[in-house]
C-alpha cells in the first residue's frame, strides 16, 4: 500500500481535482488526504457550487457524492458531461443512495466507491484514474495505416471487441457504427488519439502507440476491464454492455516481414485473445427515473448492499439425493436475503450485483456461512460460481483459505459452474478450474438441457458430475429425438466416469425416467425446497 501512495502522489502533482460533499466532517476530512496526494484541491458542499466552480475552471478530477442538496450528483455529472464529455469522474456514495447510484452506472464514470470507504479500493481506484490522466497529458504521435508497422518509435496492440457476431446477429449491422465509435471513444480517455487506430477487420482495431508508454495504456485498460466496466451502446431505447479484449503485436527488428507474415500474425494473435473466455455482453431496457420509481425493480441493489452490510444475506439448503435408495448424498448452497419475515430471491439481485461489481463479496458471504455450517457434518454440499467469480485467482485462493479455515477436506466441496457454455477449453477460467481440482475439489457442469453442451470443454475438464435440467427429460417423454440424445450423454458420462444428477424435479415421471436412464442422483421440489437448515 505505501508503494502505491508513493506512486499516486508523484502523479498527483500534476493532477488537479473538485471534491463535492455535503457532509462537513467527512469532506473536511478527505480533503486533508487530498492535499497530501494532489496538486490543487477544491472541495464543496453542493451540486450548485460545484457546477459554478467547474464553469469557472476545469478540473483533471471530479470526486462527487450522489446525495446532496440543491443539486445531487447524478445532475452534476450531466451537466459537467454537457461541457466536457471527457471528464474523468469517480462517484464516493453511501449504501443507501440505490436509486441515484443505479442512475449512476449509466455513466461512464471511471469508478464507484462504495461507503463506508475502503482503503486499498480507494487508493487503486485513485492510481488508475491518475494514470490515465497522465497519460492523457502526454502528447502522442500520429501515425498512418501505411507506416504503423515500419515506424520504430510506435507499438502496436490489438483491441478485439467481444461476442461482437452474436451483437449484430441479435441486432443488426445498424449497431456496427456505433460500437466502433463508442470504442475509440473509450481508447481516447487512454490517449489513444483516433488518427492511431485502424480497423483491421469489423471486432478488431490496430492501435499505435509511443513504446515507452504501451506497457502503461494496457496496464489501465485492463485495470479498467477487471474492475467489471463496460462500454455503453445506445440503440433506441436499449443498452448494450459490452466488454473489450486486449493484445500485443510483436515482431523482431532484426527480421524482414512480408505483408503476408504481418497479417498472418495478427490473425494468429486475434485467435488466441478469442480462444479466451473474458467475453461478455449484457442488453438492457433504457428506462426513466419515473419507471424505475414506479415498478420499484431496481431498487434491490440498495437492498443487496444493505444487506451485504448487516451481514443478512444467507444460505439456503437444498438436499440431494441418490436415486436408488432416495439418501441424502449432499446439498447445493443457494443465496437469499434474509429481510424481517421473508427470504428475496436471486433472481431480484444477482444481475444487478453483477453490474455494481458486488456478486465476489456476495459469493464470499454465503461461502464463508455455508463453509461453517458444513463443518459441522460430514455431507459434501455444492457451491455455485460464475466465470465472473473465477477470473482470477482470488476465489480459488479464497476457497484454499475457507476449507482450511473450517477443516473441511477439498473433495467435500463441489464446485457448480455456470455458464459453462460460455467458456474456453484453453481460457484462464478452466485453467483456475483445473488447479483446483488438482487441489482434490470436485467440479460439477451445471445446466445441461437449458444452454449449449460443450463436449469439448466436458473432454478438457472431466468433471466429477454433470447436472441435467429436469425440463430435458419432460421433452423426452414424448420426442424420442431427445431422449435418444439424453441416453447418449448418460451413456458418456458413465464411460469416463462421470456422475450425473436430475434438477428441478417436481414429478415422480421424471424419477422414473431417469431410474431407466442410469441417472444417479436427482434434487427438486418433490425431494425438499432449499431450506434455512440442513
Not at 9 to 21: D, R
Not at 190 to 209: K, S
Not at 432 to 456: P, Y
Not at 470 to 495: C, E, G, H, P, W
Amino acid at each position: 500500500m505505501l508503494d502505491i501512495q508513493k506512486k499516486l502522489a508523484e502523479l498527483g502533482k500534476n493532477i488537479s481535482i473538485l471534491y463535492v460533499e455535503d457532509e462537513v466532517q467527512t469532506r473536511e476530512q478527505y480533503t486533508e488526504i487530498f492535499k497530501l496526494l494532489f496538486k490543487n484541491v477544491t472541495s464543496v458542499g453542493d451540486g450548485e457550487l460545484a457546477l459554478e466552480e467547474y464553469k469557472d475552471r476545469r478540473y483533471d478530477l471530479l470526486i462527487t457524492d450522489l446525495t446532496m442538496p440543491n443539486m445531487d450528483g447524478v445532475s452534476l455529472i450531466t451537466e459537467v458531461f454537457k461541457i466536457d464529455p471527457h471528464q474523468h469522474t469517480i462517484i464516493m456514495t453511501a449504501h443507501n443512495t440505490s436509486d441515484n447510484l443505479r442512475s449512476s452506472i449509466d455513466f461512464q464514470v471511471d469508478g464507484i466507491l462504495l461507503k463506508p470507504i475502503v482503503l486499498d479500493k480507494f487508493l487503486s481506484l485513485l492510481y488508475k484514474v491518475c494514470h490515465l490522466i497522465d497519460l492523457e497529458k502526454n502528447d502522442k504521435k500520429s501515425i498512418s495505416y501505411d507506416r504503423m508497422f515500419n515506424n520504430k518509435e510506435e507499438s502496436l496492440f490489438l483491441v478485439v471487441i467481444d461476442k461482437f457476431d452474436e451483437i449484430i446477429n441479435q441486432f443488426g449491422n445498424k449497431i456496427k457504427d456505433p460500437i466502433i465509435q463508442a470504442v475509440k471513444e473509450h481508447l481516447s480517455y487512454f490517449g489513444i488519439e483516433e488518427i492511431n487506430i485502424v480497423q483491421f477487420q469489423d471486432d478488431v482495431l490496430i492501435c499505435g502507440a509511443d513504446k515507452n508508454y504501451l506497457e502503461q495504456i494496457l496496464s489501465s485498460l485492463e485495470n479498467f476491464s477487471d474492475t467489471n466496466h463496460t462500454l455503453i451502446v445506445s440503440l433506441n431505447k436499449v443498452k448494450i454492455y459490452i466488454t473489450l479484449s486486449y493484445g500485443v503485436i510483436i515482431f523482431k527488428e532484426d527480421e524482414e516481414h512480408s505483408e503476408e507474415d504481418i497479417f498472418e500474425h495478427i490473425n494468429n494473435v486475434v485467435l488466441e485473445i478469442k480462444n479466451d473466455d473474458y467475453s461478455n455482453f449484457v442488453v438492457k431496457m433504457d428506462v426513466s427515473p419515473e419507471e424505475i420509481n414506479k415498478n420499484n425493480s431496481l431498487n434491490w441493489l440498495g437492498v443487496t448492499l444493505d444487506a451485504l452490510k448487516q451481514e443478512s444475506i444467507v444460505p439456503f439448503y437444498q438436499p440431494i439425493v441418490e436415486i436408488e435408495n432416495m439418501q441424502v448424498s449432499s446439498y447445493e448452497v443457494f443465496a437469499r436475503i434474509k429481510q424481517e419475515n421473508r427470504y428475496i430471491l436471486p433472481k431480484f439481485f444477482i444481475d444487478l450485483s453483477k453490474k455494481a461489481g458486488i456478486l465476489e463479496d456476495i459469493s464470499k458471504s454465503i461461502f464463508k456461512k455455508s463453509f461453517y455450517d458444513f463443518s459441522q457434518t460430514d455431507f459434501c454440499f455444492h457451491i455455485n460460481l460464475s466465470d465472473l467469480d473465477l477470473r482470477t485467482n482470488a476465489m480459488k485462493d479464497y476457497l484454499v483459505y475457507l476449507s482450511s479455515l473450517y477443516n473441511i477436506e477439498h473433495n467435500r466441496v463441489i464446485l457448480n459452474i455456470m455458464n459453462h457454455e460460455k467458456l474456453q477449453h484453453l481460457g484462464k477460467t478452466v485453467k483456475v478450474l483445473l488447479e483446483l481440482k488438482e487441489l482434490g475439489f470436485q467440479l460439477a457442469l451445471k445446466g445441461f438441457g437449458t444452454g449449449s453442451i460443450n463436449i469439448e470443454l466436458v473432454s478438457k475438464l472431466l468433471p466429477h458430475y454433470i447436472k441435467i435440467d429436469a425440463n430435458i427429460l419432460q421433452k423426452s417423454l414424448s420426442d424420442a429425438n431427445i431422449r435418444a440424445m439424453v441416453a447418449f450423454l448418460i451413456n458418456y458420462t458413465k464411460q469416463v466416469a462421470i456422475k450425473s444428477i436430475v434438477v428441478g424435479v417436481e414429478s415422480q415421471a421424471i424419477v422414473e425416467i431417469a431410474k431407466e436412464l442410469g441417472i444417479e442422483y436427482i434434487q427438486g421440489y418433490l425431494i425438499q425446497k432449499p431450506s434455512s437448515s440442513l
